[in-house]
């Protein structure tokens, strides 16, 4: 079992930036993958960004494309997202995953599906 611990959100204006964190332990050697997903009120989660842990590998959702950035830390087991240039569309509960994930294309990373652990989320509030 792979615990996630997210770290990170809050509230900016549009145009803004912040940067999620995801601290992951436990059975880490289970895991070769790690995404952020989103979820808004009303609306189903969705993928936003995964990165492979045994390379370089990263995979974006078209609306987060050139504005978000995945990226890894091996050393502290922590994964991290960047986001720039905040629209308010971006509101919404930030869940951290992780899993096991053989075929590595775009839409099985970025499916809430591929992914067997969890974390708590947190919230990522844009104003206009």
């Known amino acids: 079992q792979v615990q996630l611990v997210e770290s990170g959100g809050g509230s900016v204006q549009a145009g803004g930036s912040l940067r999620l964190s995801c601290a992951a332990s436990?059975?880490?050697?289970?895991?070769?993958?790690m995404a952020w997903f989103r979820q808004a009120p009303g609306k189903e989660r969705e993928g936003v960004a995964s990165?492979?842990?045994?390379?370089?590998?990263?995979h974006y959702d078209d609306s987060v494309q050139g504005r978000f950035t995945i990226s890894r830390d091996n050393a502290k087991n922590t994964v991290y997202l960047q986001m720039n240039s905040l629209k308010p569309e971006d509101s919404a509960m930030y869940y951290c995953?992780?899993?096991?994930?053989?075929?590595?294309?775009?839409?099985?990373?970025?499916?809430?599906?591929?992914?067997?652990?969890w974390g708590q989320g947190t919230q990522v509030a844009v104003s206009s």
């Open positions: 995953a992780a899993g096991h994930i053989y075929y590595g294309t775009r839409s099985f990373a970025l499916r809430d599906r591929s992914y067997n652990s």
């Open positions: 436990g059975d880490i050697a289970r895991i070769n993958y």
């Open positions: 990165i492979y842990l045994g390379g370089s590998a990263t």
